[in-house]
């Protein structure tokens, strides 16, 4: 929906929520026009019902609104009289209108300061979870987010396991686009593998502001600007699916608005000049490993790998006994060469000039591969591009699928809405995405640019981490993201925190209690 179509559809909400309470209003001494004023009204509906004025914000606030427009539905049918389960149960299900029923047919009077304790243990614990849900949902959905990493693509940085804190602050938390929503799940409901939300009515884009640009080398969660995915595990090309409901990925931003990328032999370039890493992070390629002498078991040749913290996706050629290694840092390779059973240790890299067609843009004229790449322009806000028959395969995407264009080639001749162009203007900044496990990482390379509007946030925390086996990972328990040297794990200070604020809160209640 456009912001006309939400301006026009607020206005009708609120025309029908005045013609619905306008005598309410009267019967609790208030005028009949201050039903229909738009905000305003709700201010004095929280009056009327003997609530803070700011649960207005929470009604406007998207997702967060759905939990709090039934309790103001039940809240207002209980400020005049309608109090028993039935009355509750029609509030809900009729989506409010019960409310003009008690309007219109039955004979109310306004209870001034009525009691707001729930009247049983159920109600109370009712209206905690309910108030629990709201909280968290707010947290989730413009503070913080948490985030599991599922993939090994940040490996060294970021490891298989790792839960993390994402804060939607710093680039700014966006604004859910999908306005009916369940709280605090992503695309699918756990355990019902059904569909969390619909895809109308839909909010356009909108930031609140951040306190921080992304820059380069910064980890980044955003989402995947290509997901046509049914679920996070099926597949469907056709499936569309709204910006904020796309599948997360987390990757590192090597490439900023207005960059020109290149990658060369594997390492990645920027305006130039050789990217340089943050010292936390490790590139990573795939190694072929041939030994000299054939150990007795296999378990002895991963034992050997291992002491030499090469553990990600080993695989065997049983009859040469050639290995495979998917994902090593060079650094722990050059130390394996000089094992005295090692025979060689070979890098696994596509060669210049080698076409790969699963690699971005997925054009024979561009004969890029993983480890050769561009040089390509990253689209800028406001930069213009001269639009060429050979280079609109780098750009058909972002202007049609990003920035909302219809686009046709007839020849030589590309025309932009209709109209012939021979150049475009972006009005979106695009960031380039990858993985440092050069050679097991879905990114950039296979689907393209990630515009802003797409972006989620900063991961700030590993909060607590398990490895493949199940087991913790203390040290990486309450660690920072970001920073330089070893990670430094801040779990004691937590725990000791936590049973400080669990004291406090016991003893405020107690003393509470006692008054």
């Known amino acids: 929906m456009t912001l006309t179509q939400w301006l026009i559809f607020f206005l009708v909400v609120q025309v029908i929520h005045g013609l619905g309470t306008w005598k309410l209003y009267i019967k609790a001494g208030r005028q009949a026009w201050e039903a229909f004023v738009p905000v305003y009204n709700a201010v004095?509906?929280?009056?009327?019902?003997?609530?803070?004025?700011?649960?207005?914000?929470?009604?406007?606030?998207?997702?967060?609104?759905?939990?709090?427009?039934?309790?103001?539905?039940?809240?207002?049918?209980?400020?005049?009289?309608?109090?028993?389960?039935?009355?509750?149960?029609?509030?809900?299900?009729?989506?409010?209108?019960?409310?003009?029923?008690?309007?219109?047919?039955?004979?109310?009077?306004?209870?001034?300061?009525r009691s707001l304790h729930p009247k049983s243990a159920a109600g109370d614990w009712v209206s905690s979870i309910l108030f629990a849900i709201v909280a968290a949902t707010i947290v989730h959905t413009y503070f913080i987010q948490p985030f599991t990493i599922p993939t090994s693509s940040l490996e060294k940085t970021l490891l298989v396991g790792d839960f993390l804190f994402v804060s939607k602050m710093h680039y700014g938390a966006r604004i859910p686009m999908t306005?009916?929503?369940?709280?605090?799940?992503?695309?699918?409901?756990?355990?019902?593998?059904?569909?969390?939300?619909?895809?109308?009515?839909?909010?356009?884009?909108?930031?609140?502001?951040?306190?921080?640009?992304?820059?380069?080398?910064?980890?980044?969660?955003?989402?995947?600007?290509?997901?046509?995915?049914?679920?996070?595990?099926?597949?469907?090309?056709?499936?569309?699916?709204?910006i904020d409901k796309k599948t997360n990925y987390v990757k590192r931003c090597v490439g900023l608005p207005g960059d020109s990328l290149s990658i060369k032999d594997g390492y990645v370039y920027i305006n130039g000049k050789k990217n340089q890493l943050p010292d936390r992070a490790r590139i990573q390629f795939s190694y072929d490993i041939v030994f000299k002498r054939q150990y007795a078991t296999n378990e002895e040749y991963y034992n050997l790998l291992n002491r030499y913290d090469i553990t990600d996706g080993i695989g065997m050629d049983q009859q040469t006994k050639t290995f495979y290694v998917y994902a090593a840092t060079e650094e722990a390779m050059d130390r394996l060469k000089n094992h005295p059973d090692v025979a060689s240790v070979s890098v696994r890299k596509d060669s210049l000039g080698q076409s790969d067609f699963q690699i971005f843009p997925k054009d024979p004229a561009y004969a890029w591969n993983n480890d050769f790449f561009g040089p390509l322009y990253i689209p800028k806000a406001g930069a213009t591009i001269d639009?060429?028959?050979?280079?609109?395969?780098?750009?058909?995407?972002?202007?049609?699928?990003?920035?909302?264009?219809?686009?046709?080639?007839?020849?030589?001749?590309?025309?932009?809405?209709?109209?012939?162009?021979?150049?475009?203007?972006?009005?979106?900044d695009y960031y380039w995405m990858m993985g440092d496990n050069r050679?097991?990482?879905?990114?950039?390379?296979?689907?393209?640019?990630?515009?802003?509007?797409?972006?989620?946030?900063?991961?700030?925390?590993?909060?607590?981490?398990?490895?493949?086996?199940?087991?913790?990972?203390?040290?990486?328990?309450?660690?920072?993201?970001?920073?330089?040297?070893?990670?430094?794990?801040?779990?004691?200070?937590?725990?000791?925190?936590?049973?400080?604020?669990?004291?406090?809160?016991?003893?405020?209640?107690?003393?509470?209690?006692?008054?």
Do not use: C
Not at 81 to 110: A, P, Q, W
Not at 195 to 203: F, G, I, Q
């Open 179 to 242: 306005t009916v929503a369940a709280p605090m799940v992503h695309d699918t409901i756990p355990i019902a593998k059904v569909k969390s939300y619909s895809s109308w009515p839909e909010l356009p884009y909108m930031r609140l502001p951040g306190f921080q640009k992304i820059k380069h080398n910064d980890i980044v969660v955003f989402n995947w600007p290509v997901d046509t995915m049914l679920d996070m595990r099926h597949t469907d090309k056709y499936y569309y699916k709204p």
């Open 44 to 113: 004095i509906l929280m009056k009327i019902i003997n609530r803070p004025w700011w649960w207005t914000i929470l009604l406007f606030v998207p997702i967060v609104n759905l939990i709090m427009l039934p309790v103001v539905w039940v809240e207002t049918a209980r400020s005049f009289g309608r109090n028993s389960g039935m009355d509750t149960l029609l509030s809900v299900v009729t989506l409010g209108f019960y409310i003009y029923y008690i309007n219109y047919v039955l004979d109310v009077h306004h209870i001034q300061d």
């Open 439 to 515: 050679h097991n990482s879905q990114d950039s390379r296979y689907w393209g640019f990630v515009p802003f509007d797409h972006v989620v946030g900063k991961p700030v925390f590993v909060w607590m981490s398990w490895d493949s086996n199940g087991k913790p990972r203390w040290d990486r328990f309450f660690t920072t993201v970001g920073g330089s040297g070893k990670p430094v794990s801040y779990l004691i200070p937590a725990v000791i925190v936590g049973f400080l604020l669990f004291g406090w809160n016991t003893y405020r209640k107690k003393r509470k209690a006692n008054r």
């Open 387 to 428: 639009l060429t028959p050979e280079v609109l395969p780098l750009y058909k995407r972002a202007i049609t699928e990003y920035e909302g264009h219809k686009l046709s080639v007839n020849g030589n001749q590309i025309s932009i809405d209709g109209k012939v162009s021979n150049t475009f203007t972006f009005t979106k």
